[in-house]
């Protein structure tokens, strides 16, 4: 099982900010990495596929990158409705999601 | 509009059983795999099982494996998932998602309860 590290657990961060969220794979997984916002109540939402393409209608401050093992989620002016839980998943073998990093209000 | 309506979810005994089922509508249905994906709360979401979309190939989660069977009619656009021999850990909020570059549909889910 490709096992997925999200960093850091919790990230406080200003309204205007940039967040920048990390996520470790235990292997490759090439480029076969999503990003997922949740909000409570609600089903997670897709952000990012392919490691770096945002998904239909996601703004463009929500922005992805790296391959292999390595990846990061950067959103460069937090917006109010920003504040949620965000996880990786992996698709390169089956499918695993990390454990999440809750972005709150600093 | 992309909708996928999960049904079926309840209060289950250990060791019963419960069959959910995800009606699709608003895209090919035939020509996609799809998901099952549990949420337990507070926890991150688990990916369960997949199918192919003619129904040839199934994969499953190593914790379901062999108590879970995943399925699809496409002549109804609808998916199911027979859950048996449930666990108090296979308690969870199941939704039904469109696979693909990750998932860009989910239902709202169906809450399955597992206890005596």
């Known amino acids: 099982e490709i096992v997925m590290t999200q960093s850091p657990a919790t990230l406080s961060v200003s309204p205007g900010e940039r967040a920048t969220l990390s996520c470790r794979a235990s292997q490759s997984v090439s480029s076969r990495l999503a990003w997922y916002q949740q909000k409570p109540g609600q089903a997670p939402r897709l952000l990012i596929h392919?490691?770096?393409t945002r998904a239909t209608g996601i703004p463009a401050r929500f922005s992805g990158s790296g391959s292999g093992t390595e990846f990061t989620l950067s959103i460069s002016s937090l917006q109010s409705e920003d504040f949620a839980v965000y996880y990786c998943?992996?698709?390169?073998?089956?499918?695993?999601f990390g454990q999440g990093t809750k972005v709150e209000i600093k | 509009e992309v909708q996928l309506v999960e049904t079926g979810g309840g209060l289950a005994q250990p060791g019963g059983s419960l069959r959910l089922s995800c009606a699709a509508s608003?895209?090919?249905?035939?020509?996609?795999?799809m998901s099952w994906v549990r949420q337990a709360p507070g926890k991150e979401p688990e990916w369960v099982a997949n199918?192919?979309?003619?129904?040839?190939?199934?994969y499953y989660v190593e914790s379901v494996r062999g108590r879970f069977t995943i399925s699809r009619d496409n002549t109804k656009n609808s998916l199911y998932l027979q859950m048996n021999s449930l666990r108090g850990e296979d308690s969870a909020l199941y939704y039904c998602a469109r696979d693909g570059d990750g998932y860009a549909n989910w239902g709202q889910g169906t809450l399955v309860i597992v206890s005596p």
């Open positions: 199918i192919k979309e003619d129904g040839s190939e199934d």
């Open positions: 392919s490691a770096s």
């Open positions: 608003g895209f090919t249905f035939r020509t996609d795999w």
């Open positions: 998943q992996q698709y390169y073998h089956y499918k695993t």
